[in-house]
């Protein structure tokens, strides 16, 4: 090397440093962008112990306000997160707890995988809770959960907890006491905005996510077969229908989309890849789908992770339906969502490679 190339590298060094001593960095030096969201699945059946366990070592309260157990995506390096903006956590109440009330500027849902009799409360609202139900819980707005049940109850949590505290906007708030007083009816907002089509007159609602807490599963499933005897639905999401705002349109939750799927056996989607982490529960059903040539076998209660753009499609080996949540309400208003096709192959990948679940060794 000539020595004019020696001292040129020499003097781009001491200029870095002194750059770096500015707390700067040369744009110029910057990596391209890499995406770290992994395609993962967690088995229910190796969590269900988990969570059983824990209601024997930590009991809910104030000094654990939620027994809950984090999904942790082993691509985003230790930010316990399933995708870079979305966790996913299996929550479990047994009967006779009650999991304080509180608010918090993030905004969570909740699928309902296992048991009855609890609730969950919102703003002086009760919603008692069956296997399927979708929950809401939106941003600032007080809520509580207890079990008048017998059983365990197991829910999935959905928050956009990683979102917002990139925004540096994460704030909560423990209510005074355990309960927030009930100060309506139980399911008072599905009598007043469950039909969808029709809107009280004197009922005003000024937020930005849904009046509603609870969407029950009996009524998604019923829409679902009927839609399924009509259409073929998108040949990558098979039969999907929204969670929506029954005021606006809009989705139910302000940063949240929520979704739930239909595939009817042997159904074999087409792949497809979009902007946006996505997180897939399964309700009930058999299958696989393959995620950038990987293949993942889900059952009942299991839960994965399709990372922005990611290819990815579906098997339904059983009648499958799937709960969906992703971050596509705030991608698509700034432009940032876009999605593709798979040209070849007739639209499908080749499996190179089967995911194994289970604990590291």
């Not at 959905?158 to 423990?174: H, I, K, R, S, Y």
């Not at 000024?206 to 839609?227: C, Q, R």
């Not at 949240?256 to 042997?266: D, H």
Request: aromatic letters at 10%; a negative charge; charged letters at 20%.
């Amino acid at each position: 090397m000539a020595s004019a190339d020696v001292s040129r590298i020499e003097e781009l060094d001491l200029f870095y440093e002194e750059v770096k001593r500015h707390n700067s960095s040369p744009l110029w030096l910057q990596e391209r962008q890499t995406f770290k969201t992994m395609p993962f699945l967690w088995r229910y059946d190796d969590f269900r112990p988990l969570l059983m366990r824990a209601t024997e070592l930590v009991p809910v309260g104030r000094s654990a306000e939620r027994r809950v157990l984090v999904f942790a995506n082993p691509g985003l390096e230790g930010r316990n997160s399933a995708t870079s903006t979305l966790l996913a956590n299996l929550q479990i109440i047994m009967p006779g707890e009650v999991a304080p009330s509180h608010r918090h500027t993030a905004s969570a849902l909740r699928l309902i995988i296992e048991g009855s009799g609890a609730y969950t409360a919102v703003e002086g609202e009760k919603s008692y809770m069956d296997p399927g139900d979708f929950v809401t819980t939106p941003n600032w707005t007080w809520h509580d959960h207890g079990h008048e049940g017998e059983g365990p109850m197991v829910w999935l949590d959905g928050l956009d907890v990683p979102m917002v505290m990139n925004f540096e906007a994460q704030f909560q708030e423990q209510y005074p006491e355990d309960k927030q007083p009930i100060t309506k009816a139980d399911d008072a907002s599905m009598r007043l905005f469950g039909a969808g089509t029709l809107r009280p007159t004197w009922v005003h609602h000024d937020g930005v996510h849904s009046p509603l807490i609870n969407y029950k599963f009996a009524h998604v499933y019923e829409v679902l077969t009927t839609l399924a005897k009509e259409s073929d639905g998108s040949p990558y999401d098979a039969i999907t229908v929204e969670y929506t705002n029954p005021l606006t349109g809009g989705p139910a939750l302000a940063t949240i989309g929520c979704f739930a799927s239909l595939m009817q056996p042997g159904r074999h989607t087409k792949a497809h890849r979009h902007t946006g982490g996505t997180v897939y529960h399964v309700i009930e059903g058999k299958g696989y789908s393959v995620i950038n040539g990987k293949r993942f076998d889900w059952g009942r209660k299991d839960t994965f992770v399709v990372p922005s753009w990611a290819w990815h499609e579906h098997v339904a080996e059983a009648e499958s339906v799937l709960f969906v949540y992703n971050d596509w309400p705030v991608l698509q208003p700034l432009g940032l969502f876009r999605e593709e096709a798979y040209a070849e192959r007739d639209g499908h990948q080749a499996v190179t490679d089967t995911f194994v679940a289970g604990p590291v060794s």
